[in-house]
């Protein structure tokens, strides 16, 4: 009877529509040469100049657009920092990073804004007794939610061309 449920719920779910994002039905092809067309404007600061790089590592596998369709402009990312785990004796243990920035993808020919979202990355990391190493561990803390805002952007942007 399990087993006849689970055969049930598989072909209800096949019959709804639904296709993986990075499945082998997906299309892969066709979204990587749509993000490949895709111009990656200036981010300031030096967060944005690594979530660039990180987006450069990403949508371009094999070299840069010489006459890209789209352009991707990603806003100042915005870092907010939270004390959490405070001691009795008013000492934190962990800390938290809010990065925040906004999207926006926009045809390059008609000028016209085809998506925009508000991305959000939160990490916490651990506030070590040496000041050098809570500096390095937040460092590293940054440095994934970059890669986590990178990674998101992508996924927004898969989903976009696969519509």
């Known amino acids: 009877m399990k087993f006849l449920s689970a055969i049930f719920c598989l072909m209800i779910l096949t019959a709804c529509g ?95 804004q085809l998506l925009t979202r508000n991305l959000r990355s939160i990490i916490s990391y651990n506030k070590l007794g040496s000041e050098f190493a809570t500096i390095v561990s937040e460092n590293n803390a940054r440095e994934n939610a970059l890669n986590d805002l990178a990674r998101q952007i992508e996924l927004q942007l898969n989903l976009y061309f696969t519509r």
């Open 18 to 112: 639904f296709e993986p994002l990075h499945g082998m039905h997906a299309r892969p092809e066709a979204v990587q040469s749509q993000l490949a067309q895709v111009d990656i404007g200036i981010i300031p600061d030096q967060e944005g100049q690594f979530l660039r790089n990180a987006l450069i590592d990403r949508f371009y596998p094999t070299a840069r657009p010489t006459s890209p369709r789209y352009m991707l402009s990603v806003a100042t990312i915005k870092e907010d920092r939270v004390n959490l785990d405070i001691t009795k004796s008013a000492d934190t243990t962990r800390g938290q990073l809010i990065l925040t920035t906004d999207l926006i993808l926009s045809d390059k020919e008609t000028h016209k």
